[in-house]
């Protein structure tokens, strides 16, 4: 198994419950696929630094897996292919970090 850190970015025009639905939907992804999500932020509504499909803002999920490498390609493309998400980054690592990030928002810490 492969550490990663994964960052999401969700649609501003998301309410809360869809945004839950979505989180979800991916950790549903990482179990089929027999990975794990090992600890989860929320970064809140933030601003981008361009317009991505006409958004100034997006919500971001920050994320700590546990996966094969070769199991990051059909997450990614099952990831482009929705709609409700802007973009999404996923970078492998020696050890995660500690949380909370600096990221993080100042009402979860």
Known sequence: MNKFEAV???SP???NPIIKKEEDSFNKIIETL??????KENWGLRDLSYAINNYK????????????GSEIKSIKKTLTQNEKILRHLFVKVD???KLPTKMSNNEEK
Request: cysteine-free; charged content about 30%.
């Open 8 to 10: 999401i970015l969700f």
């Open 13 to 15: 025009d998301l309410s």
């Open 34 to 39: 027999k990975g794990k999500i090992l600890e």
């Open 57 to 68: 803002k997006a919500f971001y999920k920050y994320y700590q897996i546990e996966i094969l």
């Open 95 to 97: 050890e995660h970090q």
